[in-house]
T-cell receptor, first 112, second 116 residues
């Protein structure tokens, strides 16, 4: 069965700084990969997804992620973080005939 | 298009009671999935409904049950509530074909259940 590891529980960045959130997955073939964001008291909003093709995918709110098969990774990046980006970020993997599996999430704090 | 709506948003129950959570899927979506998100954790898959039938189930006991109605809305029922059932319950809808294919899930805001 597939699994997702998000190594960083909590990250703090300064507003305007760049951001990279790490995600590693375990799955035997090429999976479908997702990043969701959850603001306090809210549900999950899809930031971006990778199904196939170009390994660098663009999402909403200026986010992008790169699929690296050799590293089993799908890291999320943003060149300049805004205070409104403070939230919980979840990486998720969908593979074969199994449901979407989420990582435990990374909480992002943004300081002035 | 309307998104996924869930009710109630918050509720408090006592151990041993039963609870029903409701979900209206996004317009045009025919598949509903339910997830449990405990505090500080990622969402865990409970089950999925497609064409009013349970189409897959995670590692949850039978006291977690569900329904899907002809209009694709859904209910999650939990019997004999335990303290560990306290969590945010998320409903997600998608346009599927009965499997877990390349379906993008659209989530609701969740129902937060507290069991005392």
């Amino acid at each position: 069965a597939q699994s997702v590891t998000q190594p960083d529980i909590h990250i703090t960045v300064s507003e305007g700084a760049s951001l990279e959130l790490r995600c590693n997955y375990s799955y035997g073939a090429t999976p479908y990969l997702f990043w969701y964001v959850q603001s306090p008291g809210q549900g999950l909003q899809l930031l971006l997804k990778y199904f196939s093709g170009d390994t660098l995918v663009q999402g909403i709110k200026g986010f992008e992620a790169e699929f690296k098969r050799s590293q089993s990774s799908f890291n999320l990046r943003k060149p300049s973080v805004h205070w409104s980006d403070a939230a919980e970020y979840f990486c998720a993997v969908l593979g074969g005939n199994t449901p979407l599996v989420f990582g435990k999430g990374t909480r992002l704090s943004v300081i002035a | 298009e309307t998104g996924v709506t869930q009710s109630p948003t918050h509720l408090i129950k006592t151990r041993g009671q039963q609870v029903t959570l409701r979900c209206s899927s996004q317009s045009g979506h025919n598949t509903v999935s339910w997830y449990q998100q405990a505090l500080g954790q990622g969402p865990q898959f409970i089950f999925q409904y497609y064409r009013e039938e349970e189409n897959g189930r995670g590692n949850f006991p039978p006291r977690f049950s569900g329904l899907q109605f002809p209009n694709y809305s859904s209910e999650l029922n939990v019997n004999a509530l335990e303290l560990d059932d306290s969590a945010l319950y998320l409903c997600a809808s998608s346009l599927g074909t009965g499997g877990y294919g390349a379906n993008v899930l659209t989530f609701g805001a969740g129902s937060r259940l507290t069991v005392l």
